[in-house]
């Protein structure tokens, strides 16, 4: 038994995430923690919500509400809707905790006491028309590398480039529009990244097994153009963790808050620290899962995150925990993702274009979409959501190909056998060879989840409900019952089994259908099926069943139609 430690990108506070945002981290962290528990790996699966900067100080103000008060009740609206989407987090936490306060506030101590951190006298962006300094995201303009009109005052979202607000052509506040900015100076803390390069450099060089979405990111911040650069991680904010050394005052410090991309990523740390068990208990041993000093040095730590917050997580992140000369965990392998486009364009939070959570989960439920967003996972390349893909995919492989099974073996026994599973008959040929495809099937589909391939292990397992199918057309029980009772008995004794191996397999995709499926089979077997044949054997005759409902419906052209001209924009 292995011990994985799994963190997803931690979203902004800031509003409701979108169907790409879902896909891009938590959901596939999901998958991978689903499937490790369920191979008997111990898991500790980590969030939370981004709650510091700029843009929860927006929000709130545009609620008419405190911060603190708007941030918290918008962590009950994520953590109500990751819920509604299953996502089985070991902790939802907050970078807002107390916890995270205080270890922010350490490294940021350490750092310092080992020189890398310099008080730096910059330029710094006022806006005369906000009253404020306004945040690099906050600044938008002419990207000068690629010549994209939007770019943030931090990085071009564009080509990914790293920028400061003054290298912005035509830059404007993201918050009033205006253009009426002065240019002011004011003193920050800066991160010396630069001065951890070489440790970087030999720490990503050493992760041969990482996407090359991944590295490449990584070695083009590190190596393009002047190289990584040193990062300030202060602003001039009243929301945020308060600047200190430690639990000492910083001087000249009084007044400013670390920048939100610094404290961050530690509340990943933080997350653990407040971790409690089923009977709400704190873990006293949280620091076995990211000190390698108290037994993390056996822990497999993994990342999920889309390929704009790679940056962070590979580079300063990092360089925060090897600048701490402290023997914290490092994070072993980063799977990251492209973008989840929309119907022919971009999801875009400002113009409520795109579905999203809380809608999503308005029309279907969530197995509809964790399935279409998983088995077409941005992995390789940016993909699509199209409507018509969403209701073919929901259509063939849920209902037509899983769905259908399910009911056509369940209904034929209730009506030939009873509700219990038939005894009689023997396995032929038919038989043997779906169980050598399974046990061919099955490996491969474990490679896959094993690998963080995400589609190839969808499609590894479509293809296994595609060969229970396959079986039940060429055996058809129903035809043999005529002739031969317990051939057909034989048959649905290995089909009703087989519903219970699908809901094992199947839970990490879409875990509320396999808990219905096993339900239906009146069983809380979950154990993986290292056998196929000792597994297909595991309901024996005479078990009660019960017919379960639809497992999943079918879209309706019309739904579709008019769920495409709801979501178009304008939320």
């Known amino acids: 038994m292995a011990r994985i430690l799994i963190t997803s990108a931690i979203p902004y506070i800031n509003g409701i995430k979108h169907l790409g945002n879902l896909v891009g981290s938590q959901l596939p962290a999901d998958l991978y923690a689903r499937y490790m528990r369920g191979r008997g790996h111990e898991v500790l699966f980590l969030c939370a919500t981004d709650e510091h900067g700029t843009p929860a100080e927006l929000a709130a103000a545009k609620a008419g509400k405190?911060?603190?008060?708007?941030?918290?009740?918008?962590?009950?609206?994520?953590?109500?809707?990751?819920d509604g989407f299953a996502l089985s987090f070991d902790k939802f936490g907050r970078s807002s905790s107390p916890q995270n306060h205080a270890l922010t506030q350490h490294f940021a101590g350490r750092l310092a006491d080992a020189g890398l951190i310099e008080e730096v006298a910059e330029s710094q962006v006022y806006s005369n028309a906000d009253g404020r300094f306004l945040p690099d995201r906050y600044i938008e303009g002419t990207c000068p590398n690629c010549g994209y009109e939007r770019a943030r005052g931090d990085q071009c979202e564009n080509c990914t480039k790293q920028l400061d607000p003054t290298d912005l052509i035509n830059p404007r506040s993201a918050i009033s529009g205006s253009t009426d900015l002065v240019v002011r100076?004011?003193?920050?803390?800066?991160?010396?990244?630069?001065?951890?390069?070489d440790q970087l450099a030999e720490w990503i060089d050493s992760k041969t097994d990482w996407p090359i979405l991944t590295t490449s990111i990584a070695k083009k911040w590190l190596f393009d153009g002047d190289g990584l650069q040193d990062r300030g991680i202060t602003r001039d904010l009243d929301w945020g963790v308060p600047v200190k050394r430690g639990s000492e005052p910083w001087p000249g410090m009084e007044d400013k808050v670390f920048y939100v991309w610094f404290d961050a990523p530690i509340e990943y740390i933080a997350c653990a620290k407040e971790w409690t068990d089923a009977a709400g208990r704190p873990d006293a041993d949280w620091e076995r899962w990211w000190r390698t000093d108290k037994g993390a040095d056996d822990v497999r730590y993994?990342?999920?995150?889309?390929?704009?917050?790679?940056?962070?997580?590979?580079l300063s992140f990092p360089a925060t925990i090897i600048g701490s000369s402290e023997p914290w965990k490092l994070v072993d392998y980063i799977k990251s993702f492209n973008f989840l486009n929309y119907d022919g364009g971009q999801f875009s939070t400002s113009q409520g274009r795109g579905v999203f959570m809380d809608q999503a989960l308005d029309i279907l439920p969530?197995?509809?979409?964790?399935?279409?967003?998983?088995?077409?996972?941005?992995?390789?390349?940016?993909?699509?959501?199209?409507?018509?893909?969403?209701?073919?995919?929901?259509n063939k492989d849920l209902a037509d190909v899983l769905g259908n099974f399910v009911s056509r073996v369940t209904k034929f026994c209730r009506s030939r056998f009873g509700e219990a599973v038939p005894s009689g008959g023997a396995f032929g040929p038919d038989e043997q060879a779906l169980i050598e495809r399974l046990q061919t099937g099955l490996p491969a589909y474990e490679a896959h989840m094993e690998a963080i391939e995400v589609r190839k292990a969808a499609a590894e397992l479509r293809g296994l409900w595609v060969a229970g199918n396959e079986y039940l057309q060429s055996a058809a029980p129903w035809a043999a019952f005529k002739e031969d009772p317990e051939r057909a008995a034989a048959s649905v004794r290995l089909a009703l089994n087989l519903i219970r191996f699908y809901a094992v397999i199947?839970?990490?995709?879409?875990?509320?259908?396999?808990?219905?499926?096993?339900?239906?089979?009146?069983?809380?077997?979950?154990?993986?099926?290292?056998?196929?044949?000792?597994?297909?054997?595991?309901l024996p005759a005479g078990h009660d069943f019960t017919v379960p409902d639809v497992l999943f419906r079918k879209i309706t052209d019309e739904e579709r139609e008019e769920w495409q001209s709801r979501f178009a924009g304008q939320r």
């Open 185 to 197: 100076e004011t003193k920050h803390l800066y991160l010396r990244q630069s001065a951890l390069k």
């Open 66 to 82: 405190p911060v603190a008060e708007y941030c918290a009740e918008m962590w009950e609206v994520q953590k109500e809707l990751s």
């Open 506 to 538: 199947s839970a990490p995709f879409i875990p509320d259908a396999a808990a219905r499926m096993l339900s239906a089979m009146n069983t809380l077997d979950m154990e993986w099926p290292d056998d196929v044949s000792e597994s297909l054997a595991a």
């Open 302 to 314: 993994v990342q999920f995150m889309g390929k704009d917050n790679v940056p962070f997580h590979t």
């Open 366 to 394: 969530a197995d509809y979409w964790r399935w279409w967003l998983l088995s077409h996972a941005p992995e390789n390349s940016d993909s699509e959501f199209t409507w018509e893909n969403f209701q073919s995919s929901v």
